[in-house]
T-cell receptor, first 116, second 111 residues
Framework: DQQVKQNSPSLSVQEGRISILNCDYT??????FLWYKKYPAEGPTFLIS?????DKNEDGRFTVFLNKSAKHLSLHIVPSQPGDSAVYFC???????????????FGKGTLLTVNP | NAGVTQTPKFRVLKTGQSMTLLCAQD?????MYWYRQDPGMGLRLIHY???????AKGEVPDGYNVSRLKKQNFLLGLESAAPSQTSVYFC??????????FGEGSRLTVL
């Protein structure tokens, strides 16, 4: 049972426009959400996170929105740049999976291509 | 400051052979994780450790063993490699309730 879903395997946008990457989850116990970015032949790198007590978190060009009632979060990149082309993973943490031993559950990823 | 370092970066095995992947970190991470990434499957947790001398199973632990004898090292072992274990393996560390820091990955091919 896939608890974190990224239903769009790929997304293509023009440079300068907004990129919106979506993520849905099913486990209502998730209380912390993260986005990771991954370039080919590299490990994933942390991008931005949001706690379930917030509905928005912003860091420069990147903003994550959380809608708990819909169990949905999205990552907005504005403006998009060619260097943003990468695979983006959504991840969720369940603190009750073992107290401080929480584990992250990852989505399958969305390949973002930003065209010049 | 090397962060999280994985060794080796590439390896080709024959079915039935054994090998060990080494993850070394110099960031004083208490928690360490081994993930595998397969096309269309995202990142799946194999095993993890919440401290020196402790390990636990993740989502896909079968066919793998791990050890964490020292805080800075987390080893992933394959006793009898199978073609289904062809994958890219990522080690990650975490300190506190924060993000994971990943290594660069180890690409394993089992023929």
């Amino acid at each position: 049972d896939q608890q974190v879903k990224q239903n769009s395997p790929s997304l293509s946008v023009q440079e300068g426009r907004i990129s919106i990457l979506n993520c849905d989850y099913t486990n209502s116990m998730f209380d912390y959400f993260l986005w990771y970015k991954k370039y080919p032949a590299e490990g994933p790198t942390f991008l931005i996170s949001i706690s379930s007590i917030k509905d928005k978190n912003e860091d420069g060009r990147f903003t994550v929105f959380l809608n708990k009632s819909a169990k949905h979060l999205s990552l907005h990149i504005v403006p998009s740049q060619p260097g943003d082309s990468a695979v983006y993973f959504c991840a969720a943490a369940d603190p009750y999976s073992g107290g401080s031993n929480y584990k992250l559950t990852f989505g399958k990823g969305t390949l973002l291509t930003v065209n010049p | 400051n090397a962060g999280v370092t994985q060794t080796p970066k590439f390896r080709v095995l024959k079915t039935g052979q054994s090998m060990t992947l080494l993850c070394a970190q110099d960031m004083n991470h208490e928690y360490m994780y081994w993930y595998r990434q397969d096309p269309g499957m995202g990142l799946r947790l194999i095993h993890y450790s919440v401290g020196e001398g402790t390990t636990a199973k993740g989502e896909v632990p079968d066919g793998y063993n791990v050890s964490r004898l020292k805080k800075q090292n987390f080893l992933l072992g394959l006793e009898s490699a199978a073609p289904s274990q062809t994958s890219v393996y990522f080690c990650a560390g975490r300190q506190g309730y924060g993000e994971l820091f990943f290594g660069e990955g180890s690409r394993l091919t089992v023929l």
